[in-house]
């Protein structure tokens, strides 16, 4: 494979060691759509209570509290509930964490509890949590790591031991201190479970980077961090998930920080209580500056899928003629041949493009590659 590389940072953009929960929203909102509504009653709901489903996902509520009605944000429709602090569940999980009582019927729990493929860890050799967190600035996992460790451990040895793999490895890199030192912690206990320390490069995190780059067969499982915890809190724990992590970051705010959030917070609640701007004049990201999808932060709530919000500086330059450098050729992971799709206008097959925009990053006429590479693959 192509040789990755060392994402040059900001060093005026600085995450905060400290995480911040929020987890108490005068609303959440969840997506809901036009043939649901019709279904949809005014009435009182617990935490963890499930609501309806969306294309095979069920919806649950992150609160207790009372449904008040829709909103209407752009495109999108939300169903509104107003919390009541109550904190009242439906659920009856585990309470006392013992060795015996977790391995207890684990496979079924994972079937009766878990919407994830028990296939994935049949006739496996090893098991791999990749913790890497790949995107500049974004400090989620590193959190995770830090407050969920003995979680984790205990789920990665409960599915080696449940489903027969003989090795676990936990891949996380070398500047991520804090999940190093975390890990190296508690691992003690767990004889067979080792860390792996991968150099800072771009794009190692990606699944098919990382089984190329470390040369994986398909013996290896690899899970993210976020599923393992998912099923942590599914199986061991039989609760729906009902926080997640969010960075909000970027060179025009003076506090970058990691928020532990209900899912269903509107992105507004957090920017208007916690964020100073140094920069009137700013560009908003969703989930990494790499890819830079623009967004308008009115229309954002807190969902699984929304990782990070970046408050960027305006670019100065301005697009130019590609000059056929061939610079995204060369740093391009997959071999997708950017500057094809730029000559094409993007009618250049490129399945294999993973999106980590290192062919705009390097691009020397600031042409947004991504976006011609997109068009063909989003067809």
């Known amino acids: 494979m192509k040789k990755l590389l060392t994402i040059a940072k900001d060093a005026s953009i600085k995450v905060s060691s400290q995480i911040t929960n929020y987890l108490e929203p005068t ?12 279904d949809v009653e005014i009435k009182k709901v617990k935490k963890g209570e499930k609501l309806y489903e969306i294309n095979g996902k069920n919806i649950y509520s992150s609160v207790s509290g009372r449904i008040v009605g829709i909103l209407k944000n752009g495109k999108n429709q939300y169903l509104e509930i107003k919390n009541d602090y109550k904190e009242e569940d439906l659920y009856k999980g585990m309470h006392e964490f013992t060795t015996v009582n977790i391995k207890t019927n684990f496979a079924q729990k994972i079937k009766e509890n878990s919407s994830f493929d028990t296939q994935e860890f049949q006739n496996k050799k090893r098991l791999v949590l990749n913790g890497i967190e790949d995107e500049p600035y974004i ?12 979680a984790i451990l205990q789920m990665l040895d409960c599915l080696a031991e449940t489903y027969h793999i003989p090795e676990i490895r936990i891949y996380l890199k070398e500047n991520d201190r804090e999940s190093i030192e975390a890990f190296e912690e508690c691992i003690g206990t767990y004889p067979n479970i080792t860390i792996s320390i991968l150099p800072d490069y771009y794009p190692i995190g990606n699944e098919k980077i990382l089984r190329e780059y470390l040369k994986l067969t398909n013996d290896t499982v690899i899970l993210k961090t976020e ?11 039989e609760r729906q998930k ?3 992590y969010v960075t909000i970051t970027g060179n025009a705010i003076k506090n970058p920080q990691v928020f532990r959030v209900k899912i269903g917070t509107r992105a507004n609640e957090l920017i208007q209580n916690y964020i100073e701007f140094k920069e009137k004049d700013y560009k908003i990201f969703l989930n990494g500056i790499m890819n830079r999808q623009e967004i308008q932060i009115e229309n954002i709530v807190i969902t699984e899928e929304v990782r990070a919000i970046y408050f960027m500086k305006p670019l100065t330059y301005h697009p130019k003629k590609c000059i056929h450098c061939g610079k995204c050729d060369e740093v391009c992971p997959r071999k997708c041949h950017p500057y094809l799709a730029v000559q094409t206008k993007g009618a250049y097959p490129n399945n294999d493009c993973i999106h980590c925009g290192l062919c705009t990053f390097i691009c020397p006429s600031f042409i947004d590659l991504n976006e011609f590479l997109k068009k063909r693959s989003e067809e």
């Open 27 to 38: 609303y959440i909102y969840l997506p809901i759509t036009e043939e649901i509504l019709q």
């Open 139 to 150: 400090a989620n996992r590193p959190f995770m790591h830090k407050h969920e460790t003995t």
């Open 227 to 237: 599923t393992v915890v998912d099923l942590y809190l599914n199986t061991i724990r």
């Open 242 to 244: 009902d926080v997640t």
